[in-house]
């Protein structure tokens, strides 16, 4: 079972940032938190993932807090292409994901 | 950029038919994974393959699945018997064991198995 909990959905206005939380109160100290994200039902798209410091790539910002047991996706400027279900899994290695639910974002004009 | 690649995007097929699904990994990969995503499920991790054998399998991925790496580029996944409950789209992922992008899954489009 994922040991991450996500909110089922969320609405966002087109232009304005998304933040997508993630609960993973279990982690342990050598998994890190990663993002993906589906749209329709394409492959897994691969967005951003970080172990304690938080990261920004050209997609997305990653912001976990300083015990780790929680992480916000954010994504700067959403776009109705953004709508998707994200999901946050959490890893160590090369080890399988782990894919829960996730939260369907839909982003509106 | 580089991508995974999956053939067929679709593929029909008969109860009880043998299918391979086709993916060409990352040029540079060297660990190789196959998913599968029944209609309105979670996407499911079926097996992962390094070094030319299985490294990691779940309990789907039973004696009726097997993997492959038949050449330096290809990486196929064989249903022995399909079932009506195969039915699903199936995910090939690689990913590289060093580099800045070490360990992240690339995901291909996917190929959708529909058996009647």
């Not at chain 1, 109160?25 to 798209?45: A, C, F, K, L």
Request: proline share 4%; with cysteine.
């Amino acid at each position: 079972d994922a040991k991450t909990t996500q909110p089922t959905s969320m609405d966002c206005a087109e232009g304005r940032a998304a933040n997508l939380p993630c609960n993973h109160s279990t982690i342990s100290g050598n998994e890190y938190v990663y993002w993906y994200r589906q749209i329709h039902s394409q492959g897994p798209q691969y967005i951003i993932h970080g172990l304690k410091n938080n990261e920004t790539n050209e997609m997305a910002s990653l912001i976990i807090t300083e015990d780790r047991k929680s992480s916000t996706l954010i994504l700067p400027h959403a776009t109705l292409r953004d709508t998707a279900v994200y999901y946050c899994i959490v890893r160590a290695g090369n080890t399988p994901l782990v894919f829960g639910k996730g939260t369907r974002l839909s982003v509106i004009a | 950029e580089p991508e995974v690649t999956q053939t067929p995007s679709h593929q029909v097929t008969q109860m009880g038919q043998e299918v391979i699904l086709r993916c060409v990994p990352i040029s540079n990969h060297l660990y190789f994974y196959w998913y599968r995503q029944i209609l309105g499920q979670k996407v499911e991790f079926l097996v992962s393959f390094y070094n030319n054998e299985i490294s990691e399998k779940s309990e789907i991925f039973d004696d009726q699945f097997s993997v492959e790496r038949p050449d330096g580029s290809n990486f196929t996944l064989k249903i022995r018997s399909t079932k009506l409950e195969d039915s699903a789209m199936y995910f090939c992922a690689s990913s590289a064991n060093r580099g800045p992008a070490k360990n992240i899954q690339y995901f291909g489009a996917g190929t959708r198995l529909s058996v009647l």
